[in-house]
């Protein structure tokens, strides 16, 4: 076996994507036929930033705003504010012309294989078409050796260029679309939960590939997933999401040894260790009741609901996102004490 | 064997017809489940874990028949016309599923749902009854379970309909409750709670528990024993602790060095199993592992292996026990 994540982000080098204090609001047609429309804050001031080759995580619930977040970035959702910069230039708001070419460098994958994929189009006419939206000076024969070059490296047969997505499994589907985002070698591809509709024999060979592929193309990744396992064992640095807000911001080590965040500690002892002496004996931090509504969110700290150690004060201010060391942000006024 | 066990399975092969033949989704499986004991089943999707129990629950779909013997104490369940097995399912025996907003009747509130059961089955008035069943939800942690009992399902979140789910299987006392991947549509803290749920509820009501699931953590924490579903067949038995730290199969093995773990760092590449899961409608002859298993010999693809018993409870469906 060959080692992986040999720290590949180039943090000396300047970001490839840097974000900041980006929002995302939709109006939501208010309860009465007169009502005002209501606010539903997906996504609440996120700030980071995204070096080459570096796959950043952003975990948390159902509902917490990741997906939104990732499309957000990609600008297949307007943000409402803030800055998305690609290369050190805002993109939010750019006109169809100027985006246009750089969606070559921005790619994505979305969770549900067969969904995602076009079932009367052949998996040749998918993988192709970004390179002919893209690149229409290439000849036809010169398209159809980079889709079975690429389908070759991704794991399909190249052989199977003129099949329909319905004759493949789950895990097969998935390659077809890495080998879509794959095809106009890009900088940045956002994951958006590429495993969690696969078994779990399926899982480790799509993270398997996702990381050599980052290696061989210097690639950039944001790794969206529900599962903080995956999520260890592949991201470099980890953002988790709360209601739209970060609560932890922090490199990988840090956050899996010692997470600062309440919801962050959480969260990692909730995941079930297949381990039966480790799972029985170890240290749970249950979390009472639901996610809250996303529409009308606690006041002050937004976990607070949740909380096992809130306080008054949480109630009243917002905890801003502060560095407890060089590589670790937390959102908690009492992170120090608990 | 002793004939203490309360559910005990034998043979039990089920299949299904389909536009290009018959498909065996459950094969030759036997098993046997003691009161109070927690018993996993693990598999991946199409190993025919959950049609185990769809059977036995009289659950399969109009192409489904199935062959063998499943008895409830003493008394053989499999195949019952439905008016016999009502005697028993629900009230003995209760399921819950995975998507607990399938399962419940949207049109009726959960008051409908829940005192139906005692009112048919312990004859109980619809006052008693609702009693009975406000106490439930209040035993599985639904707040305001007086109130509640009077909403309909779409006002519960999932992890509340979940627990409105465990606690109408658990109005009649049932002595076996078959749990379907009941967290796997559950974020990480709700699946918590449930598991913690259901732990606790095992302690207070002794019931003997089946947990169907593809996640190996969560039968790490919950069960007693393991049974380890491949290509429709059991491929490996044995206690938790067997299965987890001495496990015989290579596709157990395989599975366990798959998982990506939360607990430490791994630098390296994960192991992944090579492949595909296998097509029931295609099996090899042989080996159902075959294809995917870093052990093949030229006898995998010549005869299949059969579950073989070594030590205490435990089997393996490999020919690599024979050497051992």
């Known amino acids: 076996m060959t080692a992986i994540n040999p720290n590949t982000p180039k943090k000396d080098s300047s970001p490839i994507l840097s974000v900041r204090d980006l929002k ?78 750089l969606r070559r460098d921005l790619q994505i994958i979305f969770q549900d294989p067969l969904a ?36 070759a490296r991704v794991g399909l047969l190249p ?30 591809i956002v994951c958006d939960e ?75 002892s909730a995941v079930p260790i297949p381990d039966p002496e480790i799972e029985r004996n170890k240290e749970r ?32 201010e917002t905890p801003k996102l502060e560095h407890v060391s060089s590589n670790q942000e937390v959102a908690c006024h009492f992170h120090e004490s608990i | 064997m002793t004939t203490n066990h309360i559910l005990t399975v034998e043979n039990l092969t089920t299949s299904f017809q389909t536009p290009d033949g ?14 109070g004991e927690t018993l996993g089943v693990v598999g991946e999707s199409g190993s025919g874990k959950t049609q185990i129990f769809m059977s036995i629950m009289g659950l399969l779909a109009k192409n489904g028949a199935s062959t063998g013997s499943v008895r409830y104490k003493d008394t053989e369940i499999l195949n019952l016309p439905p008016r016999e097995l009502n005697k028993i399912r629900g009230v003995s025996m209760s399921m819950i599923f995975q998507d607990p907003m399938t399962s419940l009747n949207p049109y009726l509130k959960i008051s409908k749902q829940m005192t139906e059961v005692l009112v048919e089955h312990r004859g109980m008035s619809e006052g008693e009854a609702l ?40 109005l009649c006392d049932p002595e076996v409750l078959i749990a379907d991947e009941p967290t796997t549509a559950l974020d990480v803290t709700v699946q918590a709670q449930i598991l913690d749920l259901l732990r606790d509820l095992q302690k207070d009501f002794n019931t003997a528990t089946v947990m169907i699931t593809h996640d190996l953590g969560v039968v790490a924490g919950l069960c007693d024993r393991v049974m380890v579903m491949y290509g429709g067949r059991v491929v490996e038995t044995g206690s938790v602790r067997d299965i987890y730290y001495d496990s015989h199969h290579p596709y157990t093995e395989g599975l366990l060095k798959s998982m990506p773990r939360i607990d430490h760092a791994n630098e390296e590449s994960l192991f992944a199993i090579p492949g595909q899961p296998p097509n029931l409608q295609n099996l090899p002859t042989g080996c159902a592992y075959q294809a995917r298993c870093g052990y093949v010999t030229d006898r995998c693809s010549a005869e299949r292996p059969v579950l073989k018993s070594f030590d205490q409870g435990r089997a393996s469906a490999c020919f690599r026990e024979d050497g051992k």
């Open chain 1, 159 to 188: 052989q199977m260029i003129n099949r329909y997505p319905h004759e493949f499994s789950g895990g097969q589907c998935q390659r077809i679309g890495i080998a879509r985002a794959m095809i106009l070698e890009p900088k940045l």
């Open chain 2, 131 to 170: 009693n009975r069943a406000i106490a439930m939800l209040d035993r599985v942690g639904i707040p305001g379970a007086a109130q509640r009992v009077h909403m309909y399902p779409h006002e519960f979140s999932g992890g509340m309909r979940q627990r409105v789910m465990i606690a109408m299987a658990l």
């Open chain 1, 24 to 101: 995302v609001h939709f109006a939501i047609p208010g309860k009465g036929l007169f009502a005002p429309d209501r606010q539903l804050k997906a996504v609440d001031g996120v700030n980071f930033d995204l070096y080459p080759g570096e796959t950043l995580g952003v975990v948390g619930e159902s509902g917490c705003g990741k997906s939104t977040l990732g499309r957000a970035i990609l600008q297949l959702i307007a943000p409402t504010e803030g800055k998305v910069a690609w290369l050190g230039k805002d993109i939010v708001g750019a006109p169809h012309r100027e985006m246009q070419p």
């Open chain 1, 116 to 151: 995602s994929l076009n079932p009367r189009m052949t998996i040749g006419e998918i993988i192709a078409e970004p390179l002919v939206t893209h690149k229409p000076e290439l000849g036809k024969e010169e398209i159809k050796a980079r889709v079975k070059r690429m389908m």
């Open chain 2, 22 to 35: 018959k498909v065996e989704a459950v094969n030759n499986v036997n098993f046997a489940l003691d009161p």
């Open chain 1, 285 to 316: 931090i249950v979390l009472t009741g639901d996610l809250p509504s996303p529409l009308s969110p606690p006041s002050g700290c937004v976990f607070r609901t949740r909380c096992p150690f809130a306080k008054d004060q949480c109630a009243r």
């Open chain 1, 194 to 268: 590429p495993v969690s509709a696969l078994d779990v024999s399926i899982q480790a060979q799509i993270v398997n590939l996702l990381q050599e592929l980052q290696r061989e193309f210097d690639l950039s990744l944001i790794f969206i997933s529900h599962d903080l396992s995956i999520v260890r064992h592949i991201c470099h640095r980890i953002m988790v999401l709360y209601l739209g807000n970060v609560m932890e911001l922090a490199d990988r080590d840090s956050i899996y040894a010692a997470p600062k965040h309440p919801y962050t500690k959480a969260l990692i």
